[in-house]
T-cell receptor, first 113, second 114 residues
Framework: DTGVSQDPRHKITKRGQNVTFRCDPI?????LYWYRQTLGQGPEFLTY????????KSRLLSDRFSAERPKGSFSTLEIQRTEQGDSAMYLCASSLATEGGYTFGSGTRLTVV | AQSVTQLDSQVPVFEEAPVELRCNYSSSVSVYLFWYVQYPNQGLQLLLK??????LVKGINGFEAEFNKSQTSFHLRKPSVHISDTAEYFCAALKDNAGNMLTFGGGTRLMVKP
């Protein structure tokens, strides 16, 4: 296992379109996290899964955002009706035990034009 | 509320000089503390972590950090930096009884000059 994989690495979309990102965590990790990072800022928490259950969601996750982890393995993050303010790096991370720190993927950079 | 403050947005330093990147956290309970490094167009890589025990924590690439409970600080240090250390560094904290959310500071850009 080579770590956390995210696909695609880059996505350019027109405002109003829907986009979906995929994250494949480290296989033995049961926890999966989504973060958003805008230019010059630290990552901001979006949501967290333990196995297939979505246990926590940030207020940043508006109703246009939805995340799933149907079989407790890979996860998808969908953004509907994208807005220019959604332009950011979307980071996925996984962990086995919270105290150990997360392993992050390389991120998906979204540009909404 | 948990917050993490990185006092310097940019730190320029000459190659082979020592460096300290400052991080303060606010919390009324025990925390777990982390430093991550981010190279351009990449994700975050864990440098080191403090969970408990010795307050001096050694990490990868020659970095170390010291947990200071009285000053609520977790500053990152390296005695001699290399050009390859040029990157963005993030301090993060996890409150042990507030779910599983890492809270990040705003980041410090370390710029190593030849």
């Amino acid at each position: 296992d080579t770590g956390v994989s995210q696909d695609p690495r880059h996505k350019i979309t027109k405002r109003g379109q829907n986009v979906t990102f995929r994250c494949d965590p480290i296989s033995e990790h049961n926890r999966l996290y989504w973060y958003r990072q805008t230019l010059g800022q630290g990552p901001e928490f979006l949501t967290y899964f333990q196995n297939e259950a979505q246990l926590e969601k940030s207020r940043l996750l508006s109703d246009r955002f939805s995340a799933e982890r149907p079989k407790g393995s890979f996860s998808t993050l969908e953004i509907q009706r994208t807005e220019q303010g959604d332009s950011a790096m979307y980071l996925c991370a996984s962990s086995l035990a919270t105290e150990g720190g997360y392993t992050f993927g390389s991120g998906t950079r979204l540009t909404v034009v | 509320a948990q917050s993490v403050t990185q006092l310097d947005s940019q730190v320029p330093v000459f190659e082979e000089a020592p460096v300290e990147l400052r991080c303060n956290y606010s919390s009324s309970v025990s925390v777990y503390l982390f430093w991550y490094v981010q190279y351009p167009n990449q994700g975050l890589q864990l440098l080191l972590k403090y969970l408990s025990g010795s307050t001096l924590v050694k990490g990868i690439n020659g970095f170390e950090a010291e947990f200071n409970k009285s000053q609520t600080s977790f500053h990152l240090r390296k005695p001699s930096v290399h050009i390859s250390d040029t990157a963005e560094y993030f301090c993060a904290a996890l409150k042990d009884n507030a779910g599983n959310m890492l809270t990040f500071g705003g980041g410090t850009r370390l710029m190593v000059k030849p």
